[in-house]
């Protein structure tokens, strides 16, 4: 089978065509968990201060501050 050969071209289309998905696959997967990493990252920063600053707040009231 010479490479010239119709069939083996497309042969060799077709596996170049399924690794393309694969690695499509791969990165949209990496993608959406780097989106969920922001996310959690941004509600940390949004409640996690008002978290913090609740709990300082029942401390300081236990320790008679207020």
Known sequence: MSIDDPLQKNIQRAVGISALRKIRTLVDAEDAHDVFKAKAL?????????VMLGVALLLAKFLGVF
């Open 42 to 50: 941004r509600w940390l920063l949004s409640y996690g201060v008002l």
